[in-house]
T-cell receptor, first 116, second 113 residues
Framework: DAGVIQSPRHEVTEMGQEVTLRCKPI?????LFWYRQTMMRGLELLIY????????DSGMPEDRFSAKMPNASFSTLKIQPSEPRDSAVYFC??????????????FGPGTRLTVL | AQSVAQPEDQVNVAEGNPLTVKCTYS??????LFWYVQYPNRGLQFLLK??????LVKGSYGFEAEFNKSQTSFHLKKPSALVSDSALYFC???????????FGKGTRLSVIA
């Protein structure tokens, strides 16, 4: 398996523009997580899905952020409009259902977002 | 609520010396504890986990961690550090079920030749 796939790996945009980050989880994994990593705040959970359904989005910072999972193999995180303070590395992770609490989360390589 | 504390932002160790990266946790119920490593410009990679059983857990790349329930700690250790171990290390916990891992802020390990 190729692991969790994220695209793009790097994104540079200007303030006010829409940004869409993409994630393909590992096949067969039922859980998908979006995290944001910054120097100041460390690794923050933004939202997670179970079987394509959002379970907890309390970590989404503002209404400018939205996430979807239209099917088991694809998820997007959208920021509209983007602001410089959104600059961070965004990680997607997935994990299988069966192992429950025993299972580790598998992380993608991340998308480094820079908003000018 | 679950939480993890990594009290050291940075740990420096000479190559060949033993290393310890500290982690303490707070959770209601039984803890499930994890260590991840992040190399520059990479995602987090799983190192090891404690679920139950032996308090000493062995993982990838020669790392091990010791679960101490009375001290609510799960310190990461390695007998002999390598320069290639230099990276950012994250401790994480969950209490039960299919809930997301809660991560600490990370500890940057620097192994000096």
């Amino acid at each position: 398996d190729a692991g969790v796939i994220q695209s793009p790996r790097h994104e540079v945009t200007e303030m006010g523009q829409e940004v869409t980050l993409r994630c393909k989880p590992i096949s067969g994994h039922d859980y998908l997580f979006w995290y944001r990593q910054t120097m100041m705040r460390g690794l923050e959970l933004l939202i997670y899905f179970n079987n394509n359904v959002p379970i907890d989005d309390s970590g989404m910072p503002e209404d400018r952020f939205s996430a979807k999972m239209p099917n088991a193999s694809f998820s997007t995180l959208k920021i509209q409009p983007s602001e410089p303070r959104d600059s961070a590395v965004y990680f997607c992770a997935s994990s299988p259902l069966g192992a429950g609490a025993l299972s580790e989360q598998f992380f993608g390589p991340g998308t480094r977002l820079t908003v000018l | 609520a679950q939480s993890v504390a990594q009290p050291e932002d940075q740990v420096n160790v000479a190559e060949g010396n033993p290393l310890t990266v500290k982690c303490t946790y707070s959770v209601s119920g039984n803890p499930y504890l994890f260590w991840y490593v992040q190399y520059p410009n990479r995602g987090l990679q799983f190192l090891l986990k404690y679920i139950t059983g032996d308090n000493l857990v062995k993982g990838s790349y020669g790392f091990e961690a010791e679960f101490n329930k009375s001290q609510t700690s799960f310190h990461l250790k390695k007998p002999s550090a390598l320069v290639s171990d230099s990276a950012l290390y994250f401790c994480a916990v969950r209490s039960s079920g299919n809930t997301p891992l809660v991560f600490g802020k990370g500890t940057r390990l620097s192994v000096i030749a």
